[in-house]
């Protein structure tokens, strides 16, 4: 099943135009949700003006080399590894859900546009790199949602309690799980059974919700988190600090609780 492209099986009786409209309608969902967000908040005003005024209390004129310099590092660090969440399992969960997805998606445009008829043949390069971020994506997701959330982790919320906030993972979750079913059940062959059809059709719901849920859910955070690290890591560079007073160098005292266990209770 692993190295089967499910695409080119579905291709036997759904159109390959008719998988290539729902991709680009996937996209185009995601991109209104995330300006829709963008007008609502005003997020992005705010970070913009926000950054004119912190320039104004810059200490050192960034060179052209700096800037690239600082923004390398940005994307290296604290984008590409999530260096924002420190060492620990919250990262490790995040990075598998991070890579997963973005493989999984990546696996899906490619077998949808380059191999999606049923005279296709698909180097297993391509099913494989997809069956793999599905499943990256379930056990990083899973763990995040199931161990890591921080009503569970810290509030002692039980992990069945659902809230808006999780649609987002939820969601992902579920495209990717419902997903690796679908791809099973369609590689068994079952013919004029109705398994494999209910899943692609929860597949398909899966990622309408995820997609077509983006005003409402966290998904834009993954546009949102690396506009915001590439200008915190400047500020931190040209002595602005986003107006923040410096850090102070007097020892640290906590006293000894501090100690006793990890700080989880926000
Ligand atoms: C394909 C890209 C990405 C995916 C699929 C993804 C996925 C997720 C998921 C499922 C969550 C949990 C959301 C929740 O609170 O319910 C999350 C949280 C988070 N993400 Fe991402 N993310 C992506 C990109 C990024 C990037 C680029 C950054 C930072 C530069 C980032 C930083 C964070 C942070 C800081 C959290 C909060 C984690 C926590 O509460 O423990 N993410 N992400």
């Known amino acids: 099943m692993i190295s089967i492209n499910p695409f080119s099986i579905l291709a036997e009786t759904v159109?390959?135009?008719?998988?290539q409209i729902f991709?680009?309608?996937m996209v185009v969902l995601a991109a209104v949700g995330t300006i829709l967000d963008i007008i609502h908040k005003k997020n992005v005003k705010y970070f913009f003006e926000n950054a004119k005024k912190a320039k104004l209390s810059a200490t050192k004129k960034l060179s052209n080399s700096e800037r690239?310099?600082?923004?390398s590092k940005t994307i290296v660090s604290d984008i590409a590894t999530t260096s924002e969440l420190g060492a620990g399992k919250r990262r490790a969960a995040h990075l598998l859900g991070m890579y997963g997805t973005i493989l999984f998606w990546i696996g899906s445009a490619i077998m949808i546009f380059c191999y999606s008829s049923p005279s296709s043949d698909t180097p297993s390069f391509w099913p494989v790199i997809w069956h793999v971020g599905a499943i990256m994506t379930v056990v990083g997701g899973g763990w995040f949602w199931f161990f890591l959330r921080v009503d569970v982790y810290s509030e002692a919320q039980p992990w069945y309690r659902i809230i808006k906030a999780d649609l987002f993972v939820l969601a992902l979750?579920?495209?990717?799980?419902?997903?690796?079913?679908w791809s099973y059940l369609q590689s068994l062959n079952l013919n004029d059974r109705w398994d494999d059809k209910v899943f692609l059709v929860l597949f398909m719901v899966s990622n309408l919700v995820l997609?077509?849920?983006?005003?409402?859910?966290?998904?834009?955070h993954m546009f949102y988190k690396p506009g915001a690290a590439i200008q915190k890591n400047l500020a931190e560079?040209?002595?602005?600090?986003?107006?923040?007073?410096?850090?102070?160098d007097a020892p640290k005292q906590f006293g000894l609780?501090?100690?006793?266990?990890?700080?989880?209770?926000?």
């Open 237 to 248: 560079a040209d002595g602005s600090r986003d107006n923040l007073p410096p850090e102070s």
């Open 173 to 181: 979750v579920a495209a990717a799980l419902t997903g690796l079913i």
């Open 257 to 266: 609780g501090i100690t006793r266990e990890d700080p989880k209770h926000y």
């Open 68 to 71: 690239i310099s600082v923004i």
């Open 23 to 25: 991709i680009i309608t």
């Open 15 to 19: 159109p390959p135009i008719a998988m």
């Open 211 to 220: 997609f077509g849920g983006v005003y409402w859910s966290k998904f834009a």
